[in-house]
């Protein structure tokens, strides 16, 4: 029901007008959309409440991605004005991020790539591998913030399909 209600006011904001047959197909369209939802992709109401759930968590971890895109914007503005780009030494490097489950992996391997200045080479299980313009854009990283976020956010939710994180694996 979530669901439903989410597309069919989704479908009313962007109409931008609230007639009969505006209303009308807003309805049938919501309803077969989460249909399809439930039905082919496996949504279930339990997952839309946990979603719901873990709405603040996700805003505090997408509020400080966005701190960190911005910091990462202006290191890579000073290596690429920097007489002569000496400052520029590439390094790839495999990090163990601790992640389990397949959201919390997803979610951290496209936070590092939209980060001006990384890029997410590649997942083996929760080590990451990733290519970073500098050896400064490297350091750190899986002692983030944002990886420390992640994991208490898959610890609390396990993951979107209702497991639950596995306590003390790595």
């Known amino acids: ?18 007639t009969v047959d505006v209303i009308g197909f807003g309805l049938v369209f919501s309803a077969a959309v989460t249909l399809f939802a439930v039905k082919i992709c496996g949504w279930s109401e339990a997952r839309s409440r946990r979603i719901l759930r873990l709405a603040g968590q996700l805003a505090v971890y997408f509020g400080s991605l966005f701190v960190e895109i911005i910091r990462a914007n202006l290191s890579v503005m000073r290596v690429i004005l920097s007489p002569g780009c000496r400052e520029v030494q590439p390094r790839i490097f495999c990090f163990d991020s601790h992640l389990h489950r397949g959201f919390a992996q997803t979610i951290q391997a496209n936070s590092i790539t939209i980060t001006p200045g990384t890029y997410t080479v590649g997942i083996d299980g929760s080590v990451l591998t990733v290519h970073a313009l500098n050896a400064d854009f490297a350091d750190g990283t899986p002692d983030s913030r944002l990886n420390r976020q992640l994991i208490e956010l898959e610890k609390k939710s396990g993951s979107l399909s209702g497991h639950r994180a596995e306590e003390g694996k790595t």
Not at 2 to 12: H, P, Q
């Open 1 to 18: 029901m979530l669901m439903f209600l989410f597309f069919f006011v989704l479908w009313l904001l962007f109409n931008g007008r609230c």
